[in-house]
């Protein structure tokens, strides 16, 4: 930097010339990060130079962690500086724990100056800023390869760390508050395997089924040695196992007025179901999904009701129209049932049971045949 | 020919496209990375030094290429040696059967490369084959009509059937037509490429329908609502035209007589044309037979194939129903159908159950009988079906029910749920007493072919004989987790068991006519072989929740239609069916 400086020169007799004299730069600290600062955290510092001669100078930054009281060593703070620089900005990280190993609870910061012809800024800026306890970090998440729905399991995950304490100090605890008709649940613990590449963080696990519909919530506090916690939610709409929906079938069923003209022996058969649970064809290595069931019955002329036919639980029945005299009109009949459904909600006189949830969804066909 | 898939898979577009029998794929991509796979040999069989050699195919692809590969067999890893320099082929060691797959990954390109994956079949040495039909159903919701195809099953190794492409088809709207205008009427098409495949419509009040068919000739059957309208089938239909025409046909006339030689009232007459080893025949209307036993129905004749007169006579009459068949009948002339058969009064027969009357018993006395009864003119044979129904009175006794001088069959229905069946021969006159002894129990164990208990697996109960003369509904059972299923049958039925296992662990295994008696302590269901597949709508979009059935291309009748293996497909159109293993040599 250029010395700015006016000369005084005696130019004749009587007359003489001085150098103004050079004068100290002040200085400043700003911090422009957050007020309050946790063990781990970044504190961004900001120094105020200002030289009355308008010269530059020289910035040195200088940080030291301590605590409230002195430590072993006898001291207050650390004599070994965790972080030095010279630039206007100063963007330091909180250490964990001071020399000694005991956790930081402050960090003195030194800022001094000198410009360029010299002159040491007086007196050299001190900040002390309190550090706090790091909060543990908590993550939720939910899983259900079945959807929300009363009975089911849901896997719930909390993944969390702490930037001070380390994971493996933290506590997790998890508390269910249920719907207000306030249904049954259980909550046990999921084995979850541990992440070699993120050792900051450990997942816990848990199952709920939930016994009911309605929102749940399920509430999860994660606390560090210190009793610092954090808190986080987890919002569950739980919804009612829906009915079976009749997918496909054969033969046709006829529209209304019609009959189905059954010549020969017929396989009447529902090869697909649709259901958020019980399934047909079932699936398979699923220990919650199940297979739906079937009922079938018939109604023949002259018949006071509508006959269940017994062992018929199947997807498929063999009709052999031999077993009736030509032109009688036969009403067959499939009804499908999951766990939750094992009965349909319709009355018997009508030929399908729609769900009313569910446009296009029917439990219940009913093929009108005419034996030929 | 071996059932082989080769796959081309493209990178770019997001699917794999697979060709049959080593027909090559269309390598497509537009602007983005343009890659394939081949497989060399394209019809492996594995052995302990077959090799499979994979190279890939990149083309238009600026960069320097690094090529990352994966490979499995029937979904487990495996490995593979490189065979290039550059990595753009490796070879895997083809030891055991099954379907082998390879991804690949090609990175360092200029323009981003999709995974690209192939698959092909590694058949086992000496493999038998079968051959099974391959139905595709798509849900009701789905506007396309079904698929069947003729899949080569070959033994002792899984198999990919690699695409199954469902045609959306084309939307028909034709009228049935009669002489009167639009008729009523149900609407069967069958294509003629695959028979299987049916669409069933129904002609409303105007003759009109709508259905979404096959683009290509079908034989449509039509069986009119409408009185005086004689059903019809159609060979050759095209869907591109919009009419079918039906008229009242032939008048076929006759009289039915009792073995008295009086007329039988009341009694229904309906024949079928056409008939054959796998086409049951075209029906004519359906006629009631007067109170001097005439009638006349109206059909369309002239179709290659029997005649079958059916005649079933009304309860009262307690006759058993008639069946005629002709190879060559006359019907310009009046047929003349009469009964001959000896009868016995069942009266005072008594139904006991461990020495008890059983009051109130219902019977359905049934039976297969043999000529019943002659037609004329012409040659016929005939044949005949017992089913008449008695009620027990209070003390269980019959009162004076006539059946056929044969031998028969009591179904006695004790109460709910509660059968047995008594066999007797008539022909000596009534039986003084038929016992109706308690559902028997019994007890078995579902095994796969290594012996391992099958829980799960299911076993229906099909009645045959008696029981199904009468009309008895069959059992659908479930095994436990330890394979055992334990149940009653009827005491003196018999049933088919049906075995399968909804797990595809196994294949399916069907016992005939076996009674409680005789039901072994276990089966063994044999071995299953896995087909899998994925299912595409108009070869593009992954169809999700389709039927996809397994079913007997031999069968005929209602067997047919039964599955031997069933499942549906996932969100990515994919599906996996259980075949029975035809084995090796």
């Given amino acids: 930097m250029k010395l700015l400086a006016a000369t005084v020169a005696v130019l004749g007799s009587g007359c003489f010339y001085f150098d103004p004299i050079n004068q100290r730069p002040s200085i400043g600290i700003h911090q422009s990060s957050s007020d309050t600062v946790h063990r781990g955290d970044v504190v961004v510092l900001e120094a105020r130079y200002n030289d009355p001669d308008g010269t530059g100078g020289t910035l040195r930054w200088a940080a030291f962690a301590c605590t409230q009281v002195s430590d072993a060593s006898g001291s207050i ?151 610092v916690a954090s808190l986080q939610h987890l919002a569950i709409t739980v919804a009612a196992d829906r009915p079976p929906c009749l997918a496909q079938w054969q033969p046709s069923v006829p529209p209304a007025g019609a009959t189905y003209p059954v010549t020969q022996r017929t396989l009447f058969q529902v090869p697909l179901v649709d259901d958020d649970l019980d399934v047909y064809p079932p699936a398979h290595g699923d220990p919650v999904l199940g297979t739906a069931t079937f009922a079938w019955s018939i109604l023949v002329p002259g018949a006071p009701a509508r006959e269940r036919l017994v062992g018929a639980t199947g997807n498929a029945l063999d009709f052999d129209p031999a077993a009736f005299s030509p032109g009688n009109i036969v009403e067959l009949r499939v009804e499908a049932f999951d766990r939750s459904h094992p009965t349909t909600a319709c009355d018997d006189s009508l030929p399908t049971c729609p769900v009313v949830s569910q446009p296009g969804c029917t439990q219940r066909l009913t093929w009108r045949l005419e034996i030929r | 020919m071996r059932l082989a898939v080769l796959a081309i898979a493209l990178a770019g577009c997001g699917l794999n496209a697979s060709g049959l029998d080593g027909s090559p794929g269309d390598a497509g991509g537009g602007d983005s990375c343009r890659a394939a796979l081949s497989f060399d040999p394209p019809i492996p069989i594995a052995g302990p030094a077959t090799t499979l050699r994979v190279a890939s195919q990149v ?11 994966q490979a499995w067999l029937d979904g487990a ?250 190879t060559a009948p006359d019907l310009s002339a009046p047929l003349v159908i009469k009964y001959s058969l000896g009868r016995t009064s069942l009266a005072g027969t008594r139904i006991l159950r461990q020495g008890s009357p059983v009051p109130g018993a219902k019977l359905m006395v049934v039976g297969a009988l043999g000529a019943v009864g002659s037609v004329t003119p012409g040659t016929w044979a005939t044949t005949g079906e017992a089913r008449i129904a008695i009620t027990a009175d209070a003390a269980g006794k019959l009162p004076g029910a006539l059946v056929p001088a044969a031998a028969l069959s009591a179904v006695i229905t004790v109460g709910a749920g509660d059968l047995a069946v008594a066999a007797f021969d008539a022909t000596a006159g009534p039986p003084a007493s038929l016992d109706a002894p308690a559902m028997q129990p019994f007890t078995t164990v579902a095994l796969d072919p290594g012996g391992v208990v099958l829980g799960g697996a299911v076993l229906e109960l099909a009645p045959t004989g008696a029981l199904e003369l009468a009309g008895v509904p069959g059992g659908h059972l479930v095994a436990g987790p330890s394979g055992t299923v334990t149940s009653a049958l009827v005491a003196g039925g018999r049933y088919d068991l049906r075995f399968r296992d909804p797990g595809g662990r196994a294949a399916p295994l069907v016992v005939a006519a076996r009674g409680a008696a005789s039901v072994a302590a276990s089966y063994h269901l044999p071995a299953a072989v896995t087909l899998t597949g994925t299912v595409l709508l108009d070869g593009m979009q992954p169809l999700a929740g389709a039927a996809v059935q397994l079913l007997c291309e031999a069968c005929t009748g209602v067997e047919r239609d039964r599955a031997i293996s069933e499942s549906s497909t996932d969100a990515a159109g994919r599906f996996a069916l259980a075949a029975p293993d035809p084995g090796t040599m």
């Fill in chain 1, 77 to 227: 703070c650390d004599g070994q500086q965790f972080f030095t620089g010279t630039d206007p900005t100063a963007a330091l990280v909180v250490p964990l724990r001071r020399a000694s190993g005991v956790p930081v609870e402050a960090v003195r910061v030194v800022l001094a100056a000198s410009d360029d012809r010299g002159a040491a800024a007086n007196p050299t800026q001190e900040l002390v800023i309190p550090v706090s306890d790091a909060s543990p970090t908590l993550e939720l998440r939910k899983v259900s390869r079945h959807g929300y729905v009363a009975g089911i399991p849901i896997d719930l995950f909390g993944k969390y760390g702490d930037a001070d304490d380390g994971p493996a100090r933290v506590a997790l605890a998890w508390q269910v508050f249920t719907p207000s008709t306030q249904p049954d649940y259980t909550l046990v613990d999921l084995a979850v395997p541990v992440d070699a590449n993120d050792p900051a963080h450990v997942t816990a696990g848990k199952t709920l089924t939930p016994q009911g519909i309605g929102e749940w919530d399920v509430q999860v506090t994660a606390t560090d040695p210190v009793g």
């Fill in chain 2, 59 to 69: 083309t238009d692809v600026p960069g320097v290429l690094e090529y990352h590969w």
């Fill in chain 2, 77 to 326: 890893p495996i490995g593979f040696t490189p065979a290039q320099a550059d990595g753009s082929q490796i070879v895997i060691l083809a030891s055991a059967p099954g379907v082998y797959r390879v991804d690949l990954d090609i990175t360092g390109a200029a323009v981003p490369c999709s995974t690209v994956t192939a698959s092909i079949n590694v058949g086992a040495p000496g493999a038998h084959s079968a051959v099974m039909r391959l139905r595709v159903v798509p849900a009701a919701s789905v506007a396309a009509p079904p698929l069947e195809r003729l899949v080569e099953v070959d033994g002792g190794s899984n198999a990919s059937l690699g695409i199954v492409a469902l045609d959306r088809g084309t939307l028909a709207t034709a009228q049935v037509v009669g002489q009167g205008g639009g008729a009523p009427a149900y609407v069967r098409f069958s294509p003629d490429g695959a028979p299987g495949a049916v669409v069933e419509a129904f002609a409303d009040a105007s003759g009109n329908l709508s259905a979404r068919l096959r683009p290509e000739p079908h034989t449509v059957t039509i069986i009119p609502s409408a009185a005086g309208i004689a059903p019809r089938r159609i060979p050759g239909w095209s869907p591109a035209s919009h009419q079918l025409a039906v008229d009242a046909g032939a008048a076929i006339t006759g009289t039915v007589r009792d073995p008295a030689n009086a007329a039988v009232a009341g009694a229904k007459v309906q024949l079928r044309l056409g008939r054959s080893a796998t086409f049951d025949g075209v029906p004519s209307t359906l006629a009631t037979t007067a109170a001097d036993g005439s009638f006349t129905v109206r059909a369309v004749t002239g179709i290659a194939g029997d005649v079958v007169v059916e005649v079933t006579p009304a309860a009262a009459s307690e006759l058993p129903r008639l069946l005629a068949t002709s």
